[in-house]
């Protein structure tokens, strides 16, 4: 076995929330809220930052250039959720098709849930899929076909960062997303990842790499602020694109 390359930036500490155990004790609470109460959906992730709408603003900007279409144009969120910004695609009327995947059952329980109360309010409310994968373990089902238009990494990547597994190569499974995620993105699609562990650089050089099919190819603007001489955000979103074959 060769021995593990060095990864594109310093890895982070590994924490409980890299962990499988974490985030399906996490979602077993918000189930037994959103089932106590219907309008309790659940955490928004970087709602501080209001990183749900400046996604969905980006993704409004393609459809005005007309490089995306709002009739056809596929979602495949990773680490899914409650299925949120998916919900909030589709009261923006995007109308393709949507699937939010996660690794843990009671995560794709809780969106299904959540998806049943839209419906139940509003019956023009279309269709949302959700599937439990684990994306690091396991070969894509035929609900993959030719890929996605759009794949959404909403935090997905910061908690696989910070997971201290590693892979049959022995490398921190980190190390191996990017090879595992750009066969879901269809050629000429896109993946938008918001990360707050990582920086623009950082998320670049993990995903634009020599031989890799992601093209960087723009940064959503957040608020910055300057400490000890430096300007940073605490959130960043980037957008990447798949090469076309």
Known sequence: ??????????????????????????YAVELANHASNADDEGTIWFSDASAEERVIAHLEDLSDTEILRKDITSFLDLGTGNGHLLFALREEDWQGRMLGIDYSKASIKLARQVGKTHREQNEEFLD???????????????????????VLDKGTFDAISLSDQVDGQGRRV????????????????????????????????????????LEFEASIKYPSFTFGGKTGQQVCTLSFKRKSR
């Open 174 to 213: 980190c190390e191996g997303y990017r090879e595992r995620i750009e066969p879901l993105v269809k050629p000429g699609g896109r993946l938008l990842i918001t990360s707050c562990n990582w920086t623009n650089e950082e998320l670049r050089a993990w995903f634009e790499v020599e031989g890799g099919q």
């Open 1 to 26: 076995m060769n021995p593990p390359s060095n990864p594109p930036a310093e890895h982070l500490n590994p924490s409980e929330l890299g962990t499988k155990e974490y985030w399906d004790n996490a």
């Open 128 to 150: 949302v899929e959700f599937d439990e994968w684990d994306l690091l373990n396991e070969a894509p089902g035929a609900w993959l076909g030719e890929g996605f238009d759009v």
